[in-house]
């Protein structure tokens, strides 16, 4: 079982930058591909980033490229997600996620342990 603990949220201007973090307890992260999701008010929980088992590979939603970068760091059992140039649009509760998985997933059906979310607030 693997427990997911997000960190790194908080208001920021819009433009600003924040990074998240997501801890792992249990089962090394090595063992999981990662990635990170977002949920608005009122809206479907959607993909942001992933990377692979290795950390090798990244995908990234079209609406954060360039912008968000996703890493995993094995040793620390810890994934980052950091995030440039902050829109208001950004605004949502972001989520970590854990895959029994080699490759880069982005269906959130696919993955297997989630944390409860940090909230990240840009205003204009």
């Known amino acids: 079982q693997v427990q997911l603990v997000e960190s790194g949220g908080g208001l920021v201007q819009a433009g600003g930058s924040l990074r998240l973090s997501c801890v792992a307890s249990?089962?090394?992260?090595?063992?999981?591909?990662m990635g990170w999701f977002r949920q608005a008010p009122g809206k479907e929980r959607e993909f942001v980033s992933a990377?692979?088992?290795?950390?090798?590979?990244?995908l990234y939603a079209d609406s954060v490229k360039g912008r968000f970068t996703i890493s995993k760091d094995n040793a620390k059992n810890t994934v980052y997600l950091q995030m440039n140039s902050l829109r208001p649009e950004d605004t949502a509760l972001y989520y970590c996620?854990?895959?029994?998985?080699?490759?880069?997933?982005?269906?959130?059906?696919?993955?297997?342990?989630w944390g409860q979310g940090t909230q990240v607030t840009v205003s204009s």
């Open positions: 996620a854990a895959a029994d998985k080699t490759m880069v997933v982005i269906l959130r059906q696919w993955y297997d342990y």
């Open positions: 249990g089962p090394t992260l090595m063992s999981y591909a």
């Open positions: 990377t692979s088992r290795s950390g090798a590979s990244s």
